[in-house]
DNA sequence: ACCTGAACACCGTTCAAGT
DNA sequence: ACCTGAACACCGTTCAAGT
């Protein structure tokens, strides 16, 4: 019974994030991971249950830097400069890292671990359209502007966008007219009330 | 040499068609699909170089069906109403056929022949547009609307909309937000010329 | 307590053999 | 000309056997 212990969860996550940064969550085999840390396939079950248990622990790291990156860009100064600010960040952390970036809608978590780190990584975006919307139309605004990055971004990564012209014009196009129509609710609320 | 052919490439389009509109592209194996046309896997090669050409081909028809429900959508009265209804008719599709329309986006086509049809079903879109804007805005325009339906669609059909509140007032938000937007560019530029 | 090889039920795909 | 079983190299996962 000596049981000399090869590895770790900590060192499986680790090359589990290295594998589908580099390659994409398709080549995060039990095998490969294996491999990586030293250890035949088999005994990774030891650790986790199941490759699942395995990106969720990948994506839980994801959603944890990239909340964090989306702090450091609202900066309190402007509602629209930090929108702005917000929105690049997102994108230029998608174009940083695709293939975890595509983990956060691709991958459906086991457990409901990743909940919580959702509603984290949305707080800021909450937070700032709360300066100019009254709270019932922070979520409408919150949804339709994630819903325009996140698709626009999926397009882009995908190659979708194939009939020339540029697309940091069409994303600058999409940003500022997202914006100007929340300026446009924002004030007639104020009007209204 | 009797050469009995079993089955035929419509066929094996049709199945994989309502395999992947009933349980998704992950269920479309050619064991399973062998199974409902009434062959042996490897007898599908014989008409189709791999599982992703039968994607292909069912893409194609996917797109066919799409572009011609865009059209209908298309009624050239009002512009502000064709945009609605255009987006409105996508996502009614993406509704009624979810696994059909993650096709869109999920399966990169083997052979050039998609291209075409992908740009059939985004032409009722431009020439709506073009009743609006200059040639130079409308890429930007038609891009950024379907980046947000792709998007939201995506996140709805993906359960990733999960703070409650109304899934449908979202969606009118964010197309009567980008409407708006539309209708101020398009002013901007006339006053311009 | 941890690691292993062997095995199971699945994939997509190839190919020689049948008619 | 088309269909077949057998095989190959892969999956994720289970489990009895080793230390």
Redesign the interface.
């Known amino acids: 019974m000596p049981a000399v212990a090869k590895t770790s969860d900590e060192e499986i996550l680790a090359a589990a994030r290295r594998i589908v940064d580099k390659h994409g969550a398709d080549a995060l085999s039990m095998q490969a991971l294996g491999d990586e840390v030293g250890v035949r396939a088999p005994s990774l079950y030891k650790r986790f249950p199941h490759r699942d248990a395995i990106l969720d622990g990948v994506l839980a790291g994801v959603l944890v830097e990239l909340t964090s990156a989306l702090r450091r860009a609202q900066r309190g100064r402007s509602t629209e400069r930090d929108l702005v600010r917000l929105a690049g960040t997102y994108r230029a952390f998608a174009h940083r890292r695709p293939h975890l970036y595509a983990l956060l ?1 691709a991958h ?1 978590p086991t457990g409901p671990a990743i ?1 919580a780190a ?2 984290a990584a949305v707080a800021p975006l909450f937070s700032t359209l709360r300066t100019w919307l009254p709270d019932a ?1 922070v ?3 919150a ?2 502007l ?7 971004i ?2 882009e990564l ?1 190659g ?6 540029s ?1 940091d ?3 600058r ?2 940003v ?3 914006i ?3 300026r ?2 924002a004030k007639r609320d104020t009007i209204e009330r």
């Not at 994630?146 to 626009?152: E, I, R, S, T």
């Not at 979708?160 to 012209?165: I, K, T, V």
Request: glycine share 10%; no cysteine.
């Open positions: 809608f459906r909940t959702r509603e139309q979520l409408d605004a949804r339709s994630v819903a325009f990055l996140h698709g626009f999926t397009m995908d979708a966008f194939r009939l020339g012209g697309v014009r069409a994303y196009f999409g500022r007219a997202w100007s129509a929340i446009t609710a």
